[in-house]
T-cell receptor, first 116, second 109 residues
Framework: DAGVIQSPRHEVTEMGQEVTLRCKPISGHNSLFWYRQTMMRGLELLIYFNNNVPIDDSGMPEDRFSAKMPNASFSTLKIQPSEPRDSAVYFC??????????????FGEGSWLTVV | QQPVQSPQAVILREGEDAVINCSSSKALYSVHWYRQKHGEAPVFLMILLKGGEQKGHDKISASFNEKKQQSSLYLTASQLSYSGTYFCGTEFPGYALNFGKGTSLLVTP
């Protein structure tokens, strides 16, 4: 079975540009997560969807960040405008069930974003 | 709500043991352990769901002390392949999994 699929794998963009990261969760998984990883802050949860509905977006840093999940097989994380401090690895992950169910979270390979 | 991991980094010789700790300021529902190799995605190791629970995975095991809101990961007779960054993830009722900053483990020959 295919795992979580993310694109692009690597993105270099100029400050001020819009960045869109894409994710296809594992088929049959109804929970989707976006995480950001940096050396300073480790692996941070940005937003969590369950059945395509955003449940917890308290980790989204500011209004420049937005995430959507229009259907069960696709999600996007958008940064507009991008800033150098947004440079990080962005992971999408999915799982079955809901939180508080102890289900394993499966990560995609990550999108490496560099904003110059 | 990010759990606190210690130590931040460990260097071991092959065959030595290590313990990585994870603590939370809030009551935990579960603890998840992941390992990440450089440039790769985190990979699931194990979940501990109940206080007092212990699990093992080859020579890697973990415990969960619900009362102390702590979990520990034990790596016994470490192998070169154990090198990587270990993350604990903590789950609270109603909240998604939050990870600590990670513990970097390097096993040398």
């Amino acid at each position: 079975d295919a795992g979580v699929i993310q694109s692009p794998r690597h993105e270099v963009t100029e400050m001020g540009q819009e960045v869109t990261l894409r994710c296809k969760p594992i088929s049959g998984h109804n929970s989707l997560f976006w995480y950001r990883q940096t050396m300073m802050r480790g692996l941070e949860l940005l937003i969590y969807f369950n059945n395509n509905v955003p449940i917890d977006d308290s980790g989204m840093p500011e209004d420049r960040f937005s995430a959507k999940m229009p259907n069960a097989s696709f999600s996007t994380l958008k940064i507009q405008p991008s800033e150098p401090r947004d440079s990080a690895v962005y992971f999408c992950a999915s799982s079955t069930g809901t939180v508080r169910s102890g289900n394993t979270i499966y990560f995609g390979e990550g999108s490496w974003l560099t904003v110059v | 709500q990010q759990p606190v991991q210690s130590p931040q980094a460990v260097i071991l010789r092959e065959g030595e043991d290590a313990v990585i700790n994870c603590s939370s300021s809030k009551a935990l529902y579960s603890v998840h352990w992941y390992r990440q190799k450089h440039g790769e995605a985190p990979v699931f190791l194990m979940i501990l769901l109940k206080g007092g629970e212990q699990k093992g995975h080859d020579k890697i095991s973990a415990s969960f002390n619900e009362k102390k809101q702590q979990s520990s990961l034990y790596l016994t007779a470490s192998q070169l392949s154990y090198s990587g960054t270990y993350f604990c993830g903590t789950e609270f009722p109603g909240y998604a999994l939050n990870f600590g900053k990670g513990t970097s483990l390097l096993v040398t020959p």
